[in-house]
Structures are given as C-alpha cells and as structure tokens.
C-alpha cells in the first residue's frame, strides 16, 4: 500500500491551497480528486469572482498561497487586478467595488492550478474518488479506498486534510456534521446578444446567474443522495425553463455554452468541530486564529479563524479545509467563499504537514507554533488595527 505524509482529498481552492502548503514544506503529499479538473466549485462550477482579500478599510487581509492563487487566476483570460492593486483594469467588470479582488476564466484556471499544483511537487490523482476510509480503535483516520476507473486501491497518510467541500471524508469516517438550506439560481456561460451582462467576459460572452426559480421556491438542505439528486434535477430544470421562455429566433442569439459540471451548492455540510465560527464575530480578535476573511457583501470588519474550527471533534489526525469547517450562520456566508476556502486550506495543509513531520494530531500542536509557520510566508493572523475590536490585543 502506498504511504504518504498528507493526503488531501478533493482539489478545490482549499485542497489546492493544502496540498500546496503541505508539499512545499517538503511533505510527500497526495492531492486526490473526484474529477478531471481542479478547482472544484470555483472552476466547473463556473464560478468568476475570486473575491476579495481587502477588508472594508482597504487592508490586504490574506497573503501568501491566498494572494498567490488570486494573482495566478489572471493568466488565462481577459481579466486583471485594478490598478490600484498592481493591475491593468479601470474598473471591476459590472461591479463599481475596487477591492483587491479578480475575475477569472474558469477553463484558464484550471490550466493554471493543474500547473501550480504539479510543479509543487504534490502527487496528483484526477478523475479519482475516496469512496471510503478506515479508522482504528483510537479514531485516527488510517486508510482511505480510492476508486479510478476500474481500479480500487487504498492509501494510508500520517495526515489527512478533508476539502471535498462538503466533509464527505469526515462524514465517511464518522464524524456529526450540521447541513444547511441552499437555494437554487445556477450560473451558467452564455452568449448573448442582446442582455446587459452584469458577469461580462469579452465580446457577448457572460455569466449568466438565474433568478431564485419560482416554480418550486425551494430552499433545500443537500445532505442526502435524494436531496442532492433532487436540487440537480431543479437546476436542469431552472435554465431549461429560461431558454424554453424565448422564441426560437432569439435561442439563435442567446443561447448556453457551458453548464455547472458540479451543482452549485453553496453550504452542504460543516463540520461539528472543537471551536465554531458563529453570527456577530466579525471584527472579533481571536487569539486562536490562523488567518483572516474578508465580509465579501458589504462593508464590514473582517472575521478571523480560530484554529479549532477546521479540527474535528473525533477524528485524531485529519482536519477540515474549505466550505466544510465549522462555520455557522452569517460566518458561513463569509467563510464558504473561494478566499477563505484557500486562506482555510493552506492552514490544513501546513498543520497536517507539522502532525505528520512531529508525529502528533494535528489538535495537539500548539496554535502559536502554527502562527509562527504561517507567518514565515507571510501568513496575516489578526485585522489590522482600525476597527472597534471586541477584544483588545490584535495585532
Ligand atoms: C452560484 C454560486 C456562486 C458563487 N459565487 C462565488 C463568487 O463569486 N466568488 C467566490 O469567491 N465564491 C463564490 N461561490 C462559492 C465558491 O465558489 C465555493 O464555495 C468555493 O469555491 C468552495 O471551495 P472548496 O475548495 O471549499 O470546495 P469545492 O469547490 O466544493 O471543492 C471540493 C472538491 O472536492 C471534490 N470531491 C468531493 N468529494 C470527493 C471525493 N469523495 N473524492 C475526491 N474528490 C472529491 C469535488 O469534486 C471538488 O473538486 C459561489 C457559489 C455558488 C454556488
């Protein structure tokens, strides 16, 4: 059986950012992903705004593996940072904001992150599922089964990182999780004439987002395999229902080109983790933390991430990354979004490379030894001075 220090499963923004982070210290790391493209959500499922990593009084508020994937997302295709963050763009398509964000190509950043990853080093398996794990009597995750083709295979780790982004492997090894309502309104790419494009690419190619369908005004929870199948069969039915609502003659104009290759879920499953994350935390200092998120809706302090959030309660050597660690409420919404997903990942992904280099569970390395890592490539810990701190003593 082959062994490595890290595994991360699934090659979203946060199993990329872990996986980057865990082999750049050096770790032999596994990066396995259920389909042939990383980027998870942020590419196939067609998303184009890596949103910012400026806060609310134009403070840069993530780094490292954070800033580098936003600054990466601009090689292949139109878009560019705005000047006033080192770019070319007079102004954000469709958007007056001038934060310290980017839109990209979903196709060009798969390009880009398949690069990225390979050239770091990590092992990479695409078009390959964890279809299951096994766990000893002490509840440390020992082997995960793999599934590629027609070929089943297991992979033990000193250390596993879940950014699968809906904790399917903690889910698998036993772990309680908290589901959350998810409402329907697909992002798809299409040319179109005629529309004024909010999500403008070049020419008349757009993103296209669909209004919230009324003919179920459904908000669902996606934990089940019938639920899941059931909010995929309303986004089939959602664009089809937009297009079947134009003549022939204007469908020769406005027509798709591309359609989410996974279903745009926002919140599947959080953790139940040993610290959560919860409404009204923003602008609070944690000591505990282990980076910063921006409030991507509207201007507000910045949430930081205490370190707890991405441990589960359980299992002793794997952590949550991404979407699936332990934020609730209104924090969910800050902390399920492609910035925070990679400032969640590169956390795990250094944390699972100290548990393996130590031989400890990642719950048992002292916060403050992983700040320090973190900030040896630049890692921000704390919001920088200027806000109404709940607590005192932020950076
Ligand atoms: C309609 C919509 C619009 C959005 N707009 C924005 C936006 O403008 N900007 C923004 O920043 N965010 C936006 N988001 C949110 C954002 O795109 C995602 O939440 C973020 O990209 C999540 O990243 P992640 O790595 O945590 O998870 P995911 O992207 O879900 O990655 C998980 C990966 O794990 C893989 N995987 C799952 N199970 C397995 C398994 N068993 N084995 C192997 N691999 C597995 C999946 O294939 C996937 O690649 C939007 C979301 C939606 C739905």
Not at 59 to 81: D, M, N, R
Not at 150 to 176: C, H, P, Q, W
Not at 244 to 254: H, I, L, Q, V
Not at 365 to 385: C, D, F, W, Y
Request: glycine content about 8%; charged content about 20%.
């Amino acid at each position: 059986m082959k062994h490595f220090d890290v595994v991360v499963c699934g090659g979203g923004i946060a199993g990329v950012a872990a996986s980057l982070a865990a082999a750049r210290r050096g770790r032999k790391t596994l990066l396995v992903e259920k389909q042939s493209v990383l980027g998870g959500l942020a590419t196939s499922g067609l998303i184009y705004i890596y949103l910012p990593i400026s806060d609310n009084q134009d403070h840069v508020i993530a780094s490292s593996i954070t800033e580098e994937l936003l600054l990466k997302c601009q090689e292949y295709g139109p878009f560019s940072l705005a000047e006033k963050w080192g770019g070319s763009a007079s102004s954000f398509p469709g958007n007056a904001r001038n934060s310290y964000l980017c839109c990209f190509s979903p196709a060009g950043y798969m390009l880009t992150l398949e690069k990225l990853v390979r050239e770091s080093g990590v092992e990479l398996l695409l078009e390959t599922t964890v279809t299951g794990v096994r766990c000893d009597e002490k509840n440390f995750l020992r082997e995960i089964e793999i599934f590629c083709g027609y070929e089943k295979e297991n992979i033990s780790a000193d250390a596993f990182v879940d950014a699968t982004g809906g904790a399917f492997v903690l889910r698998m090894a036993g772990e309680k999780v908290f589901p959350e309502v998810n409402y329907n309104n697909p992002w798809i790419l299409e040319m179109n004439a005629s529309c004024s494009h909010i999500y403008p690419f070049t020419g008349e190619l757009h993103v296209q987002p669909l209004k919230k369908p009324e003919i179920n005004g459904s908000m669902e929870q996606v934990l089940s395999t019938l639920e899941l199948q059931e909010f995929i069969r309303r986004q089939y039915k959602v664009i089809r229902s937009y297009y079947d609502a134009m003549g022939p003659e204007e469908r020769k104009t406005s027509y798709p080109v591309h359609l989410p290759m996974m279903p745009q879920t926002r919140k599947i499953a959080r953790i139940d983790a040993l610290a959560e994350i919860k409404t009204g935390e923003a602008g609070l200092y944690v000591e505990e933390s282990i980076g910063v998120a921006a409030d991507w809706r509207k201007s507000a302090p910045a949430w930081e991430t205490p370190y707890g959030a991405l441990l589960p309660r359980k299992t002793g050597n794997a952590l949550a990354a991404g979407r699936c660690i332990n934020s609730s409420g209104d924090a969910w919404e800050i902390f399920r979004v492609i910035p925070a997903a990679a400032m969640t990942g590169e956390a795990a992904g250094v944390a699972a490379a100290m548990s393996s280099e130590q031989n400890r569970s990642p719950a048992a390395i002292p916060v403050s030894a992983l700040q320090h890592e973190l900030r040896k490539t630049g890692g921000i810990m704390h919001i920088r001075n200027g806000y109404p701190f709940k607590n005192k003593g932020a950076e």
